[in-house]
């Protein structure tokens, strides 16, 4: 039985779902970001206990098919700026339609109704926060995190920091402060 589970974003949530599951009972075949499987075929009887557990851990269990290819889109997207090495060698809206083989059209207009933003802006305030853990890392120039983020170039990454948060990365590394958002509240 497959389940969807909302705000996991890192191998740390992984462990702790699976760890959820395992005290329940359950026998979890995988744990993925935002998916489970499990080879029981009926929880009915332990669902509300699920529930429960997974909320006072900051995750929600997802019912519905629409929510369901919010989240898929959104772990798509985290995966993508925050775990992957690799560059999109296609578009965001083809990556996207062809990993969830449905429509870009539709899947944008159902992320915007639900999410209340486009999935370009989701897509551009994650590598925004991810550029943010960079810099507070002070390991990489800001030619390098341009790079590793894909863009191209570092006043066109610097015009979109400034866009979404307000100041330049050379004003935020100034600043010492960690003004950053964690992942599932963007």
């Given amino acids: 039985m497959k389940l969807h589970i909302k705000s996991m974003v890192c191998s740390r949530c992984k462990m702790m779902v699976k760890s959820e599951l395992e005290k329940l009972g359950l026998h979890p075949i995988y744990v993925e970001l935002g998916e489970i499987e499990i080879q029981e075929t009926n929880i009915d009887h332990l669902k509300e206990d699920l529930i429960q557990n997974l909320q006072l851990l ?29 560059a999109l060698k296609v578009n965001l809206s083809s990556y996207i339609s062809d990993q969830l083989h449905q429509n870009y059209h539709y899947l944008s207009n159902l992320f915007t109704e ?21 810099l507070v890392y002070d390991e990489l120039s800001l030619g390098e995190i341009a ?12 015009k979109q920091f400034k866009k979404v948060a307000g100041f330049t990365p050379t004003h935020f590394k100034q600043l010492k402060i960690q003004k950053r958002q964690s992942i599932e509240n963007l």
Wanted: glycine residues 4%; negative net charge.
């Fill in 147 to 158: 790079f590793q983020l894909n863009y191209s170039s570092v006043a066109h990454l610097s």
């Fill in 114 to 134: 639900v999410h209340g933003t486009t999935i370009e802006n989701y897509y551009i305030a994650q590598k925004i926060e991810r550029a943010k853990e960079l």
């Fill in 58 to 86: 900051g995750f929600d269990l997802i019912d519905d098919k629409r929510s369901m290819i919010i989240e898929r889109i959104k772990t798509l997207i985290v995966d993508l700026v925050h775990h992957s090495e690799e």
